[in-house]
Structure formats: structure tokens, C-alpha cells
Nanobody
Framework: QVQLVESGGGLVQPGGSLRLSCAAS????????MGWYRQAPGKQRDLVAS???????NYADSVKGRFTISRDNARNTVYLQMNSLKPEDTAVYFC???????????????WGQGTQVTVSS
């Protein structure tokens, strides 16, 4: 069983910063990739940033230069540092982890519970 616990969301003014964290726990053999998605009301869920086990990083065009994704392999944790936040960044942010449990050789796509980020004056 693999579970994800997200934290770090909240209310921030435009131009402010937040750092999201997501910790994967359980009997994990390997984590193939970790990332963050976001979904605003009435909108689809879109990729914000991702990082693979090989270190390949991808960002959505809308957050390039403002957001930074990083990981702590020893703690199976992924972070999203969000700077220069804009009102359009307001959304529920979901952690996503592609991990292989120790009980199987098949990787599985896990989702966190979501954390609200609100950027408003």
C-alpha cells in the first residue's frame, strides 16, 4: 500500500510564495516519477511540473521561471516551490507519484488528496 500526504497549501497575496510538499509512504520498491497537477473550478486537471527517477524535469509553460520542483529521494518526498504567485495560479494542487510497490513489478499511478492554493489580494 502506497499513500501520499500533501501539505503546504494556503492563502497568499499576489507575488508571494508557497512551498508544497508530498511524501510517499508504504512498501515502495521504486518511484519512477513524481509531479504536481492542478485543477481550478470548471477546468481540467493539468500538469504543473514533474521529475523522473532519471532527473528529467518538465514544467508547464505558465509556471516556467517561477516554480521549482525538487525531490528528497531518502524521504520519498517531492516539493514544489512556488514564487511570484499570480491569481491565475489559484487551484487545487494534486501530488502524483508513479511508484512500484514491493509486492509487484507493475508500477501504479497514485494521487494525493489535493491541497488548496489561493492567490488573492
Amino acid at each position: 500500500q502506497v499513500q501520499l500526504v500533501e501539505s503546504g497549501g494556503g492563502l497568499v497575496q499576489p507575488g508571494g510564495s508557497l512551498r508544497l510538499s508530498c511524501a510517499a509512504s508504504g512498501s515502495i520498491f521504486d518511484i519512477n516519477a513524481m509531479g504536481w497537477y492542478r485543477q481550478a473550478p470548471g477546468k481540467q486537471r493539468d500538469l504543473v511540473a514533474s521529475i523522473t527517477s532519471g532527473g528529467t524535469i518538465n514544467y508547464a509553460d505558465s509556471v516556467k521561471g517561477r516554480f521549482t520542483i525538487s525531490r528528497d529521494n531518502a524521504r520519498n518526498t517531492v516539493y514544489l516551490q512556488m514564487n511570484s504567485l499570480k491569481p491565475e495560479d489559484t487551484a487545487v494542487y494534486f501530488c502524483n507519484v508513479i511508484a512500484t510497490p514491493r509486492t509487484t513489478i507493475v508500477p501504479y499511478n497514485y494521487w494525493g488528496q489535493g491541497t488548496q492554493v489561493t492567490v488573492s489580494s
